[in-house]
């Protein structure tokens, strides 16, 4: 599931709120920087080995080093800022009971989306245009899914929760995301491009049998 990068080309005119958090959130320019190719053996070698590690462990054998990936390592290499996301875990936490609050935030001015009922599907076609652009950049980067049409209740969180500026704690979110992934067997493996440049960084000797994968085209 290839990351891509994200572009600030023109958000000034039309999307001045998302370049604004670009900004003033620390560590988040790292998403516009370019994404090298991902390295299938060494990201498949690392979910392989995730999924023999203890229960509660966020450590494992990559090639020829051990390699951390909880949220402080992940925090360090890629310096974020260091948040308590109360405000947001607070609406993850409501459930479907978040959903009125989530319709305010999301859903286009105006409209009363169907989703409001518990159980109805939040759908990209009801969203508003900045919420959208979240969108795209939480299922792409931060909380990676295939579906590009569909919005599951705790991403739509999430990007709500961006949209009115509560601090997010990104390293804990995939760091979470990582062992989640192993334990519901999912096949694809999340952040490539992201975990082929930190075992890069930390010294993980390559192959020569690695294949390397093209990251996807930017998105603005």
Same mark, same amino acid.
Not at 29 to 55: C, G, M, P, S
Not at 101 to 107: D, G, K, S, V, Y
Not at 138 to 157: F, H, K, Q, T, Y
């Given at each position: 599931?290839? *990351?891509?990068? %994200?572009?600030?080309?023109?958000?000034?005119?039309?999307?001045?709120?998302? !370049?604004?958090?670009?900004? *003033?959130?620390?560590?988040?320019?790292? %998403?516009?920087?370019?994404?090298?190719? /991902?390295?299938? #053996?060494?990201?498949?070698?690392?979910?392989?080995?995730?999924?023999?590690?203890?229960?509660?462990?966020?450590?494992?054998?990559?090639?020829? !080093?051990?390699?951390?990936?909880?949220?402080?390592? &992940?925090?360090?290499?890629?310096?974020?800022?260091?948040?308590?996301?109360?405000?947001?875990? *607070?609406?993850?936490?409501?459930?479907?009971?978040?959903?009125?609050?989530?319709?305010?935030?999301? /859903?286009?001015?105006?409209? $009363? =989306?169907?989703?409001?009922?518990?159980?109805?599907?939040?759908?990209? &076609? $009801?969203?508003?245009?900045?919420?959208?652009?979240?969108?795209?950049?939480?299922?792409?980067?931060?909380?990676?899914?295939?579906?590009?049409?569909?919005?599951? !209740?705790?991403?739509?969180?999430?990007?709500?929760?961006?949209?009115?500026?509560?601090?997010?704690?990104?390293?804990?979110?995939?760091?979470?995301?990582?062992?989640?992934?192993?334990?519901?067997?999912?096949?694809?493996?999340? #952040? =490539?491009?992201?975990?082929?440049?930190? %075992?890069?960084?930390?010294?993980?000797?390559?192959?020569?049998?690695?294949? *390397?994968?093209?990251?996807?085209?930017?998105?603005?």
């Amino acid at each position: 599931m290839l *990351e891509r990068q %994200f572009l600030m080309k023109d958000l000034n005119k039309h999307n001045p709120n998302v !370049l604004r958090q670009f900004q *003033e959130r620390k560590g988040w320019k790292w %998403f516009t920087n370019n994404i090298i190719d /991902a390295n299938e #053996y060494l990201v498949k070698e690392f979910y392989a080995n995730i999924a023999h590690i203890r229960q509660g462990t966020k450590v494992t054998k990559v090639w020829n !080093l051990k390699i951390c990936f909880d949220s402080c390592a &992940v925090n360090k290499y890629v310096v974020f800022e260091k948040v308590e996301a109360v405000q947001y875990l *607070e609406k993850l936490a409501m459930g479907d009971a978040a959903r009125p609050w989530l319709a305010e935030i999301l /859903a286009i001015p105006g409209s $009363t =989306p169907a989703w409001l009922t518990v159980g109805v599907p939040i759908v990209r &076609v $009801t969203l508003n245009f900045e919420a959208k652009g979240w969108k795209t950049f939480v299922c792409s980067r931060i909380d990676p899914c295939l579906n590009e049409n569909m919005l599951i !209740l705790p991403r739509a969180v999430l990007v709500a929760s961006i949209m009115v500026g509560y601090p997010i704690n990104i390293s804990a979110i995939m760091s979470i995301n990582i062992i989640l992934a192993v334990q519901k067997g999912e096949r694809s493996y999340l #952040y =490539p491009n992201f975990l082929t440049k930190y %075992f890069k960084d930390l010294g993980v000797e390559p192959k020569h049998y690695d294949t *390397e994968v093209n990251a996807k085209k930017p998105f603005s």
